[in-house]
T-cell receptor
Framework: DVKVTQSSRYLVKRTGEKVFLECVQD?????MFWYRQDPGLGLRLIYF???????EKGDIPEGYSVSREKKERFSLILESASTNQTSMYLC?????????????FGQGTRLTVV | ELKVEQNPLFLSMQEGKNYTIYCNYS?????LYWYRQDPGKSLESLFV?????AVKQEGRLMASLDTKARLSTLHITAAVHDLSATYFC??????????FGAGTRLTVKP
């Protein structure tokens, strides 16, 4: 089974802190994604990566950056956390190329910025 | 920019009844996904639809895709309590890009 693991289920951080959310997948997937989930808004794409060191902005990249130094790991960085970044963050991975497959999701990290 | 809209956002059903969730997307997408999310859990893939007229069924759920109308439906037949969850559709031009709707929170009551 594909496993996507996020480093924390719950995090509480202070305004202005630099926050790292880590995601690791074990199925050698090329694509990795970071979404945030808010009630009534569904999942909004923050960034995605289709290869090591490659990244593309999604719909809401402001205030976030990402890092992909190894194929299995995709990190989301909040440079200076703000209260409006309080949310559920979901990481996902999928195969690239001609194979059409679904994405597999991690369990989510609920981040609270106080 | 691809936008995905679902309706209804909230759905309360009696057990045994049928209902349909609709998913519209704004630009060409060669694939359409349906996911389920239980409270406090992550998303689980239900269906991947790839071509016009595609229909897939799993138990009491049936998904279809009309690429010309840019519309997918998730039909629930004879609902049972275990189907209570939030259902998301997602579309995207390729495996690298996937945009989600707001989700439909389904509650099935006895």
């Amino acid at each position: 089974d594909v496993k996507v693991t996020q480093s924390s289920r719950y995090l509480v951080k202070r305004t202005g802190e630099k926050v790292f959310l880590e995601c690791v997948q074990d199925m050698d997937h090329e694509n990795m994604f970071w979404y945030r989930q808010d009630p009534g808004l569904g999942l909004r794409l923050i960034y995605f990566s289709y290869d090591v060191k490659m990244k593309e902005k999604g719909d809401i990249p402001e205030g976030y950056s990402v890092s992909r130094e190894k194929k299995e790991r995709f990190s989301l960085i909040l440079e200076s956390a703000s209260t409006n970044q309080t949310s559920m963050y979901l990481c996902a991975s999928s195969l690239a190329g001609k194979f059409v497959t679904e994405a597999f999701f991690g369990q989510g990290t609920r981040l609270t910025v106080v | 920019e691809l936008k995905v809209e679902q309706n209804p956002l909230f759905l309360s059903m009696q057990e045994g009844k049928n209902y349909t969730i609709y998913c519209n997307y704004s630009t060409t997408s060669d694939r359409l996904y349906w996911y389920r999310q239980d409270p406090g859990k992550s998303l689980e893939s239900l269906f991947v639809l790839l071509s016009n007229g595609a229909v897939k069924q799993e138990g009491r759920l049936m998904a279809s895709l009309d690429t010309k109308a840019r519309l997918s439906t998730l039909h629930i037949t004879a609902a049972v309590h275990d189907l209570s969850a939030t259902y998301f559709c997602a579309a995207g031009p390729n495996n690298n890009d996937m945009r989600f709707g707001a989700g439909t929170r389904l509650t099935v009551k006895p």
